[in-house]
Nanobody, 124 residues
Framework: QVQLVESGGGLVQAGGSLRLSCAAS????????MGWFRQAPGKEREFVAA????????YYSDSVKGRFTISRDNAKNTVYLQMNSLKPEDTAVYYC?????????????????WGQGTQVTVSS
């Protein structure tokens, strides 16, 4: 069992930056690949970024590539999402998620554990 708690959301102007954190409980954090998803009002949850268990591989959606950076610190049981050059269309609730073994990173269906989400609002 893994419990995930996100933090770092807030209100920021377009062009600004935020860093989200996701703290995981348990001693097996390094056994899980981690992902960030987001969900805007009236829209489906969408993939944002993912990172492999070691942190050696990262994956991004086209909409955030070059602006967002995912990273992890296995010693601190934490995954981060650095968000730069934010746009109003980045406004959403952001969720972190953990998955065990298996192929793929982009589908929300393959993740086993989810946090409660943190709101990110980007004003124009």
């Amino acid at each position: 069992q893994v419990q995930l708690v996100e933090s770092g959301g807030g209100l920021v102007q377009a062009g600004g930056s935020l860093r989200l954190s996701c703290a995981a409980s348990g001693r097996t954090f390094s056994s899980y690949a981690m992902g960030w998803f987001r969900q805007a009002p009236g829209k489906e949850r969408e993939f944002v970024a993912a990172i492999s268990r070691s942190g050696g591989s990262t994956y991004y959606s086209d909409s955030v590539k070059g602006r967002f950076t995912i990273s992890r610190d296995n010693a601190k049981n934490t995954v981060y999402l650095q968000m730069n050059s934010l746009k109003p269309e980045d406004t959403a609730v952001y969720y972190c998620a953990a998955k065990g073994d298996g192929l793929g990173y982009r589908s929300s269906l393959i993740y086993d554990y989810w946090g409660q989400g943190t709101q990110v609002t980007v004003s124009s």
